[in-house]
């Protein structure tokens, strides 16, 4: 697919970005959880354009053993793209971004999971980015901490995650593609709301200090609501569950 | 793929005492919380490069060299040269490192810098272009861990920034289709100086340039990159844990401040 043409203004005189957003204003977003038979847990995002696949495996036992860890679980993660989730095909060889994400994602998801309860054991986070529309690590880390609840791996709690950045001298929230490339920075954040702790944070591009901090103000805003978003999705899958067992229960009672 | 890596067992052991130091307003190495260890920068050492810089941090050893080639640019930047940083942990330097592909902490470190020098736009591309989409210079900015004692990020930052800035190279350009030399050396165009500043958390205090004790048992690390301008250029946060907001604000502040103080020391090293 040709890659898209440079819009002439990212923001227009009414404050209206390319694709009808306020600056303050999310992408429409759509998580559903269990959604693979094989895996222990899993979880599908979008956002904007983005479409994500999140599936883990585990506690399972350690391949290769000498990475196993006497006193905790390791915590493996690959964020990786497909080669048609970009306008120009991706090599499916891993490149050194997608190293470097699947360390900066594992280590945001690292301080919810409670490894110290399954020693000697991996866990394991296969993000699969399907199609990518800016923002992908954030979406991931989103989906990756549904699908490990989903999995029934014990957690301190939900990480939520997205991106800020600079466009046209202003601070906006959760940049699509177009944005970030054409735009003059991008500040990926990943929260752990109850330990109030950013678990997650990268930037490129200029930001002044008092930019920096606005965009990450804005980015732990957009973290609550979709922190709530994730409460949401687990509740459709695991309430409905809850109600056919509860039923059942009940008939059987009266039978 | 990513895993959590093993803590070799004696930084176990050290635990306690290099996190009970730092609550207590010490450090290992006898430092406040927000000094640098002795910072030494020689330039020029490999006469083969186009620049070359060797920075001790401490104990920790790190030597940048600079290769600048003729190559063909990138299809979707035709008008820029072309900026390549790579990164080599290799195992004289640490008994933690290993020969074989780089490894994810040598990815990070060079893509880190990377960051820093591009969004900082130090290098001026464009002034690399000998013929728009065909042929320009390639700079190559390679990074040789020495010695690991920790902070690897910051010592390799400031070694690039004096390499770069110290680096020389011939004039090209362009006849016919040939690619010619012209004698004499002039410095490569620099219009920006981005310095990386790392901090990391122990126990519940932050420290500055933690030596390899600190790095072993720290919650989270955040390196902030500052350009000239006080500007914020690239950030990276590693670790297994996290900052809360308050944290991150103090960091980048200081992080201003000590920027500018090894800046100044970089381009005086560089000038030589």
Not at chain 1, 208 to 224: P, Q, R, S, V
Not at chain 2, 47 to 65: H, I, M, T, W
Not at chain 2, 95 to 121: M, Y
Request: proline share 6%; with cysteine; hydrophobic share 40%.
């Amino acid at each position: 697919m040709p890659e898209p043409k440079q819009p002439e203004k990212l923001i227009d005189d009414k404050g209206v970005r390319i694709d009808g957003r306020r600056l303050d204003q999310l992408r429409p977003i759509k998580l559903e959880v269990g959604i693979l038979d094989k895996a222990d847990g899993s979880a599908y995002i979008e956002q904007g354009k983005n479409k994500i696949l999140v599936g883990v495996y585990g506690p399972r036992e350690a391949h290769p053993k000498h990475i196993a860890l006497p006193d905790r679980a390791v915590l493996r993660c690959r964020y990786r793209m497909a080669p048609f989730s970009v306008d120009e095909r991706k090599n499916p060889a891993p490149s050194r971004r997608e190293m470097e994400l699947s360390k900066v994602i594992r280590e945001s998801l690292e301080s919810v999971v409670l490894t110290d309860l399954y020693p000697r054991t991996t866990i394991d986070v296969f993000i699969e980015v399907l199609q990518s529309d800016g923002g992908s690590r954030c979406a991931g880390i989103t989906a990756a901490s549904l699908a490990l609840a989903d999995a029934g791996i014990p957690m301190r709690e939900l990480v939520a995650a997205c991106a800020v950045g600079k466009i046209q001298g202003h601070m906006a929230l959760d940049l699509s593609d177009a944005e970030d490339k054409y735009g003059e920075a991008d500040l990926p954040v990943a929260w752990v709301p109850n330990a109030n702790l950013v678990t997650l944070l990268q930037m490129d591009g200029i930001l002044t200090i008092n930019e920096f901090e606005k965009g990450l103000t804005m980015a732990l805003d957009a973290c609550k609501t979709i922190h709530s978003m994730q409460q949401e999705a687990l509740k459709k899958k695991y309430l409905v569950i809850k109600e056919v067992a509860e039923e059942r229960e009940e008939t059987e009672v009266v039978a | 793929m990513s895993f959590t890596p093993q803590l070799p067992p004696v930084a176990k052991l050290e635990q306690k005492t290099v996190i009970d130091l730092v609550a207590n307003g010490k450090r290992i190495d006898d430092r406040t919380a927000d000094s640098y260890r002795p910072l030494q920068i020689q330039v020029g050492l490999i006469e083969k490069a186009n620049g070359s810089a060797q920075v001790s941090l401490g104990k920790s050893k790190v030597l940048v060299g600079i290769k600048v080639e003729t190559g063909t640019p990138f299809p979707d930047t035709p008008d820029e040269g072309v900026l390549t940083v790579n990164a080599e942990l290799g195992p004289l330097a640490s008994p933690l490192f290993e020969t074989g592909p780089p490894s994810e902490q040598a990815i990070e470190l060079a893509r880190v810098i990377d960051r820093g020098i591009r969004e900082s736009k130090a290098v001026d591309m464009k002034s690399l272009v000998l013929l728009k989409g065909k042929k320009v210079q390639v700079v190559f900015v390679d990074i040789y861990i020495l010695d690991h004692d920790g902070n690897l990020i910051d010592a390799a930052s400031i070694a690039a920034l004096a390499a770069l800035a110290s680096a020389k190279l011939l004039k090209a350009e362009l006849k016919g289709d040939e690619v010619v030399y012209k004698p004499g050396l002039h410095p490569l165009p620099l219009n920006n100086h981005p310095v990386a500043v790392t901090f990391a958390k122990v126990g519940k205090t932050i420290v500055v340039d933690p030596v390899l004790e600190e790095e072993q048992v720290m919650n989270a690390r955040l390196t902030v990159t500052i350009e000239k301008n006080g500007n914020i250029c690239a950030m990276q946060k590693g670790g297994l844990s996290g900052f809360t907001q308050d944290e991150l604000k103090t960091m980048a502040h200081l992080a201003v401040q000590k920027s500018a103080e090894n800046r100044a020391k970089i381009l005086a090293a560089a000038k030589g």
